[in-house]
């Protein structure tokens, strides 16, 4: 019997410094993702954060509410490649995930828990991925307008 179980990562990245948040949850929905926001925003209390989102459902749900500190930036459609996260999450899947099986979903998730960990500990690491001249530039410029 073929049996399908998931878990999902919900995740942030500073694409100026590396710095990497990130959440194990068990369900991607409106209710994880302001669960999500809440928890980036409770980290980083006294930052304005500008989050890229894509066009997914829970993403653009009239019923999340964005923290005071954090604005939602959505992406064009069908422009994945734009978003920085997207290349993080390649990085999790090829260095941490390749070739792997796991005999439940617990252990699936103990060892994806310590991949998250070792990526949210190495902002040399995680900004050689996700800091294009091009995004920082905009943000940079953004800032000085």
Not at 75 to 98: M, T
Not at 115 to 124: H, Q, Y
Request: glycine content about 4%.
């Amino acid at each position: 019997m073929l049996t399908h179980e998931y878990t999902y990562v919900f995740g942030a990245v500073d694409v100026c410094t590396g710095e990497f948040d990130s959440l194990i949850l068990p369900h991607v929905n409106t209710g994880c993702m302001q669960l999500f926001l809440n928890e980036v925003a409770a980290r980083h209390p006294d930052e304005h954060i500008v989050m890229v989102i894509d066009g997914a459902g829970w993403h653009r749900s009239d019923s999340l509410t964005p923290p005071e500190n954090i604005y939602l930036l959505s992406l064009p459609p069908y422009a994945p490649e734009l978003n920085p996260i997207e290349h993080l999450w390649d990085e999790l899947r090829e260095k941490f995930f390749h070739n792997r099986v796991f005999k439940s979903l617990d252990a699936l998730e103990d060892h994806l828990a310590l991949a998250l960990k070792s990526l949210e500990t190495d902002n040399m690491t995680v900004a050689s991925i996700v800091s294009w001249p091009w995004i920082v530039g905009a943000l940079l410029h953004s800032l000085m307008n």
